[in-house]
T-cell receptor, first 113, second 111 residues
Framework: GAGVSQSPSNKVTEKGKDVELRCDPI?????LYWYRQSLGQGLEFLIY????????KSGLPSDRFSAERTGGSVSTLTIQRTQQEDSAVYLC???????????FGEGSRLTVL | DAKTTQPPSMDCAEGRAANLPCNHS???????VYWYRQIHSQGPQYIIH???NNETNEMASLIITEDRKSSTLILPHATLRDTAVYYC????????????FGPGTRLSVLP
């Protein structure tokens, strides 16, 4: 596609449920990033992929969070046993290394009740 | 890791130049300076980047000091639509791949 696509755009779930957020990067972009932005806060780095591998997982806030990327393209961020503090906008971005700029999607807004 | 510091907020009159400063005193020789902005409720948008030379594109100009310890993003004729949070980022990590966003500067363009 022309840009980074994220789905769903909005997700409301109950505490304790699992959620999956999907990111479809720009075709040919080998680097993919996940960020989280809570209301009124800055961007919190979660994880990035180079191809299918994730050399830096340091930003994942707990073991309830995991991410994978297959075929060097689509990535899925999974949050297990969601908590209310997981409520945020989850942003995905892709880039073309080594120094390409980031292109962001419009985000997935997660609300945990 | 190289980090950046920016003022938390700035005001600018519509039609005037907006000059947004950024300090990155620990920048390494092969690290680039990037600027992004985030307009309310949207994903961040790339503005410009540079290594050591001044850069200009259709959106803005980037002035990097000779010692590379600081830079300034210039919006030559600010409009109300330029009201946003502006992020100055220095790429960190082994392969220069990580983008770490600080709190940024909230620019308010006033009529």
């Amino acid at each position: 596609g022309a840009g980074v696509s994220q789905s769903p755009s909005n997700k409301v779930t109950e505490k304790g449920k699992d959620v999956e957020l999907r990111c479809d990067p720009i075709s040919g972009h080998t680097a993919l990033y996940w960020y989280r932005q809570s209301l009124g806060q800055g961007l919190e780095f979660l994880i990035y992929f180079q191809g299918n591998s994730a050399p830096d997982k340091s930003g994942l806030p707990s073991d309830r969070f995991s991410a994978e990327r297959t075929g060097g393209s689509v990535s899925t961020l999974t949050i297990q046993r969601t908590q209310q503090e997981d409520s945020a906008v989850y942003l995905c971005a892709s880039s073309l290394p080594p120094y390409g700029e980031l292109f962001f999607g419009e985000g997935s807004r997660l609300t945990v009740l | 890791d190289a980090k950046t510091t920016q003022p938390p907020s700035m005001d600018c009159a519509e039609g005037r130049a907006a000059n947004l400063p950024c300090n990155h005193s620990t920048i390494s020789g092969n690290e680039y300076v990037y600027w992004y902005r985030q307009i309310h409720s949207q994903g961040p948008q790339y503005i410009i980047h540079g290594l050591k030379n001044n850069e200009t594109n259709e959106m803005a100009s980037l002035i990097i000091t000779e010692d590379r310890k600081s830079s300034t993003l210039i919006l030559p004729h600010a409009t109300l639509r330029d009201t946003a949070v502006y992020y100055c980022i220095v790429r960190v990590g082994d392969y220069g791949q990580n983008f770490v966003f600080g709190p940024g500067t909230r620019l308010s363009v006033l009529p």
